[in-house]
C-alpha cells in the first residue's frame, strides 16, 4: 500500500503559480502511473493531469493543458504539478493518486491523500 501526502496549496491571485508535490511512502509507486485529480465544492472529482511511470508521457485535461506541467521524480518518491496562469475556476482541493487509463480517460485507484487546498482569488 502507498500513503500519499499532498502539499504546496495556499491562495494565490489570479495569474499567479503554485507548485503542487505529492509524497508517496511504503510500497514503491516507480512502477505506477500517477496522476492528479481535483474536486471543486460541488461538484465530482476531475482530472487534471497524468504521468506514465517512466515519466516519458505526460497527459493534461484541455482545461489546464498549456498552463500545468505535470513531472515526477522516482528516486524522492515524489510527483509534482506546476500551475501557472492559475485562474479562478482552477480553485479545488488537489489530490494526487496512481493513475489508470479506461480507454481515453484517467482515473485514480488506491489509496488518496488528504488533498492540498488550491483557493485562486479573482
Known amino acids: 500500500q502507498v500513503q500519499l501526502v499532498e502539499s504546496g496549496g495556499g491562495l494565490v491571485q489570479a495569474g499567479g503559480s503554485l507548485r503542487l508535490s505529492c509524497a508517496a511512502s511504503?510500497?514503491?509507486?516507480?512502477?505506477?502511473?500517477m496522476g492528479w485529480f481535483r474536486q471543486a465544492p460541488g461538484k465530482e472529482r476531475e482530472f487534471v493531469a497524468a504521468?506514465?511511470?517512466?515519466?516519458?508521457?505526460?497527459y493534461y485535461a484541455d482545461s489546464v493543458k498549456g498552463r500545468f506541467t505535470i513531472s515526477r521524480d522516482n528516486a524522492k518518491n515524489t510527483v509534482y504539478l506546476q500551475m501557472n496562469s492559475l485562474k479562478f475556476e482552477d480553485t479545488a482541493v488537489y489530490y494526487c493518486?496512481?493513475?489508470?487509463?479506461?480507454?481515453?480517460?484517467?482515473?485514480?485507484?488506491?489509496?488518496w491523500g488528504q488533498g492540498t487546498q488550491v483557493t485562486v482569488s479573482s
Open positions: 511504503g510500497r514503491t509507486f516507480s512502477g505506477y502511473d
Open positions: 504521468i506514465r511511470w517512466s515519466g516519458g508521457s505526460k
Open positions: 493518486a496512481r493513475a489508470l487509463l479506461y480507454g481515453s480517460s484517467w482515473r485514480g485507484t488506491g489509496s
